[in-house]
């Protein structure tokens, strides 16, 4: 419910600014690149590139701007775990979820056409689906977690280029007999454009 109320608190700032002329909308669609951390030394993570899209829109302030946004994400992570003989388990999961940022920026750059910024805030996910192999069970993935998102990004006209680090605040895994804590980490590049 909390969650909820903030959204539909951004959602009014949003529709108040295009009111006053200070606001846009768009699409967008990107790559990103997770990396589970583990705190077990026998547990090697590997990169894995996935997909997102979905929506953005942004109130402008001057300089500063808010920017919710909504969006459609898979991710994935793998680890692999070397036993006392050498012989090797991945062990994987896949996740689909609906990730909604709320992100407050500053423009470094702010001209007509063109326009540099920084960016940072919380992002919420929320999952739609999920498989794990391996050692990993799709039961003790959990349904939701909180993060945050940092990064810079660069307006052209109609185009929005964003360049972000997403971090976990939380496990995503849940093991309450086991000491097995799983963070994931995203790096993610998007593109939108405006309407």
Request: no cysteine; aromatic share 14%.
């Amino acid at each position: 419910m909390k969650k909820l109320s903030i959204l539909l608190i951004l959602v009014g700032f949003a529709l108040s600014g295009k009111a006053q002329g200070a606001f846009d909308f768009g699409l967008k669609a990107g790559i990103n690149t997770s990396k589970i951390s583990t705190n077990m030394a026998d547990y090697t993570p590997k990169t894995i590139a996935s997909y997102q899209f979905g929506a953005f829109a942004r109130i402008n302030l001057g300089r500063f701007y808010i920017q919710p946004e909504a969006y459609s994400n898979s991710k994935k992570g793998e680890v692999v775990r070397v036993d006392n003989v050498g012989l090797s388990t991945i062990n994987s999961f896949n996740l689909k979820t609906i990730d909604v940022p709320a992100l407050i920026g500053f423009k470094i750059l702010d001209q007509k056409a063109f326009n540099l910024r920084v960016l940072a805030g919380p992002v919420f996910s929320f999952l739609t689906d999920k498989s794990a192999k391996g050692q990993l069970t799709e039961d003790n993935l959990k349904n939701s977690f909180f993060g945050w998102q940092y990064g810079v990004g660069l307006d052209f006209l109609i185009l929005s280029l964003d360049i972000r680090k997403e971090q976990f605040s939380s496990n995503i895994y849940d093991t309450p007999n086991f000491d097995f804590d799983t963070k994931n980490g995203t790096f993610v590049i998007s593109l939108g454009v405006k309407f």
